[in-house]
């Protein structure tokens, strides 16, 4: 997923973290990705959500935040 470029999607994923999940998430996600192989399990160990749901979800911030969709 990229929006003019890879920084730019890590910011609004933060972002986004933040804003649904609040602000102390963020270091446990971050420190997720080293110990997870798999995205989809990722987000389910950090949020207990199925990662299509998360996406989902991001992708309507993004449409809120910044009228940006992943085509």
Do not use: C, N
Request: glycine share 8%.
């Amino acid at each position: 997923m990229t929006f003019g470029g890879q920084v730019v999607s890590m910011v609004t994923l933060l972002e986004y973290v933040a804003a649904t999940y609040e602000r102390e998430r963020i270091p446990a996600f971050l420190d997720a990705f080293g110990t997870h192989h798999r995205w989809d399990d990722l987000v389910e160990d950090v949020f207990g959500i199925p990662a299509e749901e998360f996406e989902a979800g991001w992708q309507t911030y993004l449409k809120e935040q910044y009228g940006m969709a992943e085509p």
